[in-house]
Nanobody, 125 residues
Framework: VQLQASGGGLVQTGGSLRLSCAAS????????MGWFRQAPGKEREFVAA????????YYADSVKGRFTISRDKAKNTVYLQMNSLKPEDTALYYC???????????????????WGQGTLVTVSS
């Protein structure tokens, strides 16, 4: 079971990026998926989560209204569309998966079973 995150890069303040997280090894259609981030010298923090069915989402207050999480079950991929980026969004972004059915939206890192390797997002001022 592997999660491969991609799409990070360098962008100016106000710009956009779309992160992708491709799952391989098994279908993640029954998994809730989440994105976390970790800035230098800071702890990993929750960014967004999407339920296994894709009908429910939840966002950290710091990204609400700017980021959108979505999933394509046919492609076994989860996305994080990031708009209106700010320098404080600079971090290593990780995707994660946990087997939770229904509309459960785990927000703690300890609730996830699988993690991607991280993709770096740098927002310049």
């Amino acid at each position: 079971v592997q999660l491969q995150a991609s799409g990070g890069g360098l962008v100016q303040t106000g710009g956009s990026l779309r992160l992708s997280c491709a799952a391989s090894g098994r279908t993640f259609s029954n998994y809730a998926m989440g994105w976390f981030r970790q800035a230098p010298g800071k702890e990993r923090e929750f960014v967004a989560a999407i339920s296994w069915g894709g009908g429910s989402t939840y966002y950290a207050d710091s990204v609400k209204g700017r980021f959108t999480i979505s999933r394509d079950k046919a492609k076994n991929t989860v996305y994080l569309q990031m708009n209106s980026l700010k320098p404080e969004d600079t971090a290593l972004y990780y995707c994660a998966g946990g087997m939770y059915g229904g509309s459960w939206l785990p927000q703690l890192a300890s609730e996830y079973d699988y993690w991607g390797q991280g993709t770096l997002v740098t927002v310049s001022s």
